[in-house]
């Protein structure tokens, strides 16, 4: 079984939501990513969203956009965050998911892209800039390597196109918790509670909230709802406020505080 549809499934059985922690490839470089990554499974995170930084990364705000020219202009490749992913699988079976816009797989070749990612140990692609309706492609390739192209739901979604990418999806759907890019929100958009609605009409795939989720009272609210939380921009925020020798310890009380505010205020002892 897919290792993340095995872990949702799991987390659902035991009552419990999942935290998904965004971090940039690279970002501020990658012998700090690959410390990151053991950081976020030891303060609680139960999958990572592992981006591959791109120069137009269109669904991205500002500080993800920063995060994605930095690493970038540090020399950061695909085959480097590939690399780090295998390093990763061999000591932890927390699944990694890549978000990654299609140009990058679209370069490479799906098929090789999807067969070198599932070698990494990744276990889903996030692609935010290929719509449902031209996704069969890399649908078939990531099938044929065992991975899950993450569907994506948002609150200006229409019915009939919400209920067909409800009833093709696995492992989650990203449910986009804002009308917009990615950033710190002071409070989440309004139809959010519908968009979660209606999509459980249609689906008993997991429900993942992110975009604009910034505080652990957030997180906890996004819990109430969805089956799990995705934090991305404010974590990045975190490391970029922190000295470099402070970063892990940022990032750590951060998770934590996430991790927490999900549990029901309950302390995490990871």
Do not use: W
Not at 252 to 261: D, Q, T
């Amino acid at each position: 079984m897919n290792g993340l549809v095995k872990t949702m499934s799991e987390l659902r059985a035991g009552n419990r939501k999942a935290l998904i922690p965004f971090i940039t490839g690279g970002y501020p470089d990658m012998e700090m990513t690959e410390s990151f990554l053991t950081v976020l499974v030891e303060s609680g995170a139960d999958v990572i969203e592992l981006g591959i930084p791109f120069s137009d990364p269109l669904a991205d705000g500002p500080v993800l956009q920063a995060a994605a020219t930095e690493a970038l202009a540090g020399g950061t490749t695909p085959n480097q965050i590939f690399a780090a992913a295998a390093r990763f699988r061999e000591k932890y079976d927390t699944p990694l998911v890549f978000l990654v816009y299609y140009n990058m797989v679209f370069h490479r070749g799906l098929d090789v892209f999807c067969q070198n990612a599932a070698k990494a140990g990744i276990s889903a692609l996030v692609v935010p800039d290929l719509p449902f309706e031209e996704a069969e492609n890399l649908d078939q390739a990531a099938e044929a390597a065992g991975l899950v192209n993450i569907r994506l739901l948002s609150p200006t979604t229409s019915d009939e196109r919400l209920e067909k990418i409800c009833k093709s999806a696995a492992g989650f759907i990203y449910c986009v918790a804002v009308t917009g890019v990615t950033g710190e929100r002071a409070q989440m958009d309004s139809g959010i509670t519908s968009l979660l609605t209606r999509a459980k009409k249609y689906t008993d795939v997991p429900l993942a909230l992110g975009f604009g989720i910034s505080t652990s009272a957030q997180a906890k609210v996004a819990a109430e709802s969805a089956d799990a939380v995705i934090v991305g921009s404010a974590l990045t925020k975190i490391i970029n406020e922190s000295k470099p020798h402070n970063h892990l310890h940022a990032v750590e009380e951060f998770v934590r505080s996430l991790r927490s505010a999900i549990d029901g205020g309950e302390k995490y002892a990871g």
